[in-house]
Protein backbone atom coordinates (compact mmCIF):
# COMPACT_ATOMS: atom_id res chain seq x y z
CA UNK A 1 0.00 0.00 0.00
CA UNK A 2 1.25 3.39 -1.43
CA UNK A 3 0.56 5.32 2.16
CA UNK A 4 2.12 3.09 4.37
CA UNK A 5 5.34 3.24 2.24
CA UNK A 6 4.61 6.95 2.03
CA UNK A 7 4.58 7.00 5.95
CA UNK A 8 7.84 5.24 6.20
CA UNK A 9 9.62 6.89 3.61
CA UNK A 10 8.56 10.64 5.53
CA UNK A 11 9.56 9.07 9.35
CA UNK A 12 13.17 7.72 7.90
CA UNK A 13 13.39 11.35 6.02
CA UNK A 14 12.78 13.05 9.07
CA UNK A 15 14.99 10.83 11.50
CA UNK A 16 17.49 11.88 8.67
CA UNK A 17 16.66 15.71 9.39
CA UNK A 18 17.17 15.21 13.14
CA UNK A 19 20.34 13.25 12.91
CA UNK A 20 21.96 15.94 10.48
CA UNK A 21 20.15 19.47 10.58
CA UNK A 22 19.25 20.10 14.32
CA UNK A 23 22.71 20.07 15.33
CA UNK A 24 21.92 23.00 18.23
CA UNK A 25 19.72 20.60 20.45
CA UNK A 26 20.25 18.45 22.97
CA UNK A 27 22.00 15.09 21.68
CA UNK A 28 20.00 12.96 24.18
CA UNK A 29 16.98 14.84 22.77
CA UNK A 30 18.18 14.03 19.04
CA UNK A 31 18.70 10.23 20.20
CA UNK A 32 15.20 9.83 21.93
CA UNK A 33 13.44 11.15 18.84
CA UNK A 34 14.49 9.35 16.23
CA UNK A 35 15.05 5.98 18.50
CA UNK A 36 11.20 6.61 19.05
CA UNK A 37 10.10 7.61 15.17
CA UNK A 38 12.24 4.29 13.92
CA UNK A 39 10.32 2.27 16.75
CA UNK A 40 7.48 3.60 15.52
CA UNK A 41 8.52 2.44 11.46
CA UNK A 42 9.04 -0.97 12.78
CA UNK A 43 5.73 -1.28 14.24
CA UNK A 44 4.20 0.08 11.25
CA UNK A 45 5.85 -2.20 9.27
CA UNK A 46 5.52 -5.65 11.47
CA UNK A 47 1.54 -4.74 11.11
CA UNK A 48 1.65 -4.35 7.37
CA UNK A 49 4.22 -7.22 6.64
CA UNK A 50 2.74 -9.37 8.78
CA UNK A 51 -1.24 -8.67 9.84
CA UNK A 52 -1.73 -11.76 11.79
CA UNK A 53 1.72 -10.57 14.10
CA UNK A 54 -0.09 -10.33 17.30
CA UNK A 55 -1.48 -7.17 18.70
CA UNK A 56 0.50 -7.45 21.61
CA UNK A 57 3.51 -6.93 19.92
CA UNK A 58 2.49 -4.00 17.48
CA UNK A 59 1.20 -2.14 20.94
CA UNK A 60 3.92 -2.53 22.77
CA UNK A 61 5.71 -1.44 20.20
CA UNK A 62 3.50 1.94 19.46
CA UNK A 63 3.91 2.02 23.64
CA UNK A 64 7.33 1.97 23.25
CA UNK A 65 7.90 4.72 20.59
CA UNK A 66 5.57 6.98 22.73
CA UNK A 67 7.25 7.09 25.79
CA UNK A 68 10.75 7.55 23.96
CA UNK A 69 9.03 10.56 22.19
CA UNK A 70 7.11 11.81 25.79
CA UNK A 71 10.51 11.65 27.49
CA UNK A 72 12.25 13.85 24.85
CA UNK A 73 9.70 16.21 24.99
CA UNK A 74 9.82 16.06 28.72
CA UNK A 75 13.59 16.51 27.94
CA UNK A 76 12.52 20.46 25.93
CA UNK A 77 10.28 21.14 29.17
CA UNK A 78 13.33 20.96 31.29
CA UNK A 79 15.59 22.44 28.81
CA UNK A 80 13.72 26.16 28.68
CA UNK A 81 12.57 25.84 32.43
CA UNK A 82 14.49 28.55 34.21
CA UNK A 83 17.16 26.79 36.56
CA UNK A 84 15.31 27.66 39.91
CA UNK A 85 12.07 26.15 38.47
CA UNK A 86 13.35 23.21 36.72
CA UNK A 87 12.89 19.14 38.12
CA UNK A 88 15.93 17.02 38.74
CA UNK A 89 16.83 16.01 35.65
CA UNK A 90 16.43 11.72 35.94
CA UNK A 91 12.26 12.63 36.22
CA UNK A 92 12.38 13.09 32.37
CA UNK A 93 12.79 10.00 32.01
CA UNK A 94 9.34 8.94 34.17
CA UNK A 95 7.63 8.32 30.81
CA UNK A 96 9.86 5.24 29.85
CA UNK A 97 7.87 3.70 32.97
CA UNK A 98 4.60 3.47 30.75
CA UNK A 99 6.59 0.28 28.77
CA UNK A 100 6.24 -1.88 31.51
CA UNK A 101 2.81 -0.67 32.71
CA UNK A 102 1.57 -1.65 28.88
CA UNK A 103 2.60 -4.83 29.84
CA UNK A 104 0.42 -5.08 32.82
CA UNK A 105 -2.81 -4.46 30.78
CA UNK A 106 -1.57 -5.27 27.06
CA UNK A 107 -4.39 -8.51 27.75
CA UNK A 108 -7.15 -6.43 27.65
CA UNK A 109 -7.55 -4.92 24.19
CA UNK A 110 -10.26 -1.95 24.72
CA UNK A 111 -7.92 -0.97 27.89
CA UNK A 112 -4.45 -0.80 25.62
CA UNK A 113 -5.80 0.98 22.64
CA UNK A 114 -7.55 3.00 25.17
CA UNK A 115 -4.17 3.95 27.00
CA UNK A 116 -2.64 4.03 23.77
CA UNK A 117 -4.56 6.67 22.30
CA UNK A 118 -4.37 8.61 25.90
CA UNK A 119 -0.28 8.54 25.41
CA UNK A 120 -0.08 9.84 22.00
CA UNK A 121 -2.97 12.81 22.66
CA UNK A 122 -0.58 13.36 25.79
CA UNK A 123 1.95 13.65 23.24
CA UNK A 124 0.15 16.02 20.99
CA UNK A 125 -0.74 18.06 23.92
CA UNK A 126 2.54 18.51 24.97
CA UNK A 127 3.99 19.20 21.56
CA UNK A 128 1.37 21.96 21.54
CA UNK A 129 2.16 23.62 24.71
CA UNK A 130 5.84 23.78 23.61
CA UNK A 131 4.94 25.35 20.63
CA UNK A 132 5.08 29.35 22.83
CA UNK A 133 8.21 28.30 24.56
CA UNK A 134 9.84 26.78 21.20
CA UNK A 135 9.65 28.86 18.64
CA UNK A 136 9.83 32.80 19.40
CA UNK A 137 9.70 33.84 15.80
CA UNK A 138 10.35 32.96 12.42
CA UNK A 139 9.97 30.72 9.68
CA UNK A 140 10.17 27.62 11.62
CA UNK A 141 7.40 28.62 13.79
CA UNK A 142 4.92 28.18 10.57
CA UNK A 143 6.76 24.64 10.10
CA UNK A 144 5.77 23.81 13.74
CA UNK A 145 2.50 25.25 13.82
CA UNK A 146 2.19 23.09 10.32
CA UNK A 147 2.98 20.40 11.84
CA UNK A 148 0.60 20.47 14.65
CA UNK A 149 -2.23 20.99 12.55
CA UNK A 150 -1.46 18.10 10.51
CA UNK A 151 -0.73 15.57 13.55
CA UNK A 152 -3.83 17.12 14.93
CA UNK A 153 -5.79 16.04 11.52
CA UNK A 154 -3.45 12.64 11.38
CA UNK A 155 -4.57 11.48 14.92
CA UNK A 156 -8.55 12.42 14.82
CA UNK A 157 -8.33 10.75 11.18
CA UNK A 158 -6.63 7.13 12.94
CA UNK A 159 -8.51 7.42 16.36
CA UNK A 160 -11.91 8.58 15.31
CA UNK A 161 -12.90 7.83 11.86
CA UNK A 162 -14.32 4.37 11.79
CA UNK A 163 -12.29 2.14 9.69
CA UNK A 164 -9.35 4.20 8.98
CA UNK A 165 -6.94 1.89 9.80
CA UNK A 166 -8.31 -0.77 7.16
CA UNK A 167 -9.66 1.89 4.46
CA UNK A 168 -8.63 1.85 1.04
CA UNK A 169 -6.98 5.38 1.58
CA UNK A 170 -6.04 5.79 4.87
CA UNK A 171 -5.08 9.79 4.57
CA UNK A 172 -4.14 9.72 8.11
CA UNK A 173 -0.91 8.41 7.34
CA UNK A 174 -0.31 10.88 4.62
CA UNK A 175 -0.91 13.82 7.48
CA UNK A 176 1.28 12.05 10.14
CA UNK A 177 4.23 11.77 7.18
CA UNK A 178 3.92 15.07 6.23
CA UNK A 179 3.70 16.35 9.91
CA UNK A 180 6.82 14.88 11.14
CA UNK A 181 8.93 16.13 8.05
CA UNK A 182 7.82 19.47 8.66
CA UNK A 183 8.45 19.15 12.63
CA UNK A 184 11.75 17.71 12.35
CA UNK A 185 12.79 21.03 9.47
CA UNK A 186 11.24 23.20 12.58
CA UNK A 187 13.64 21.85 14.87
CA UNK A 188 16.33 22.82 13.08
CA UNK A 189 15.33 26.25 14.02
CA UNK A 190 15.70 25.46 18.09
CA UNK A 191 18.67 25.43 20.40
CA UNK A 192 18.73 23.68 24.04
CA UNK A 193 22.21 25.72 24.63
CA UNK A 194 21.89 27.52 27.86
Same mark, same amino acid.
Request: glycine share 8%.
Given at each position: ??????????????????? !??????????? *????????????????????????? %???? /??? !??????????????? #? @?????? !?? @?????????????? *???? *?????????????????????????????? @???????????????????????? #?????????? /????? %? %????????????????? !???
Amino acid at each position: MWSQTFLILAVLAAAFLLV !TRSRRIDLLIR *IFLTAGLLTLVTGSLMAETNPDRSQ %FLIG /WNQ !TVGISFILSALSMFI #W @HFKPTY !TR @HPYPFVYLPLLLIP *IYGL *ISDMSVLSELLNQIFQGGAYLIAVLLYFTL @HKSGVYKNYYLGALLLFLLGYFGY #WHYPGAAESG /WPVWR %F %FTGTGTILLAISFSGIS !TDS
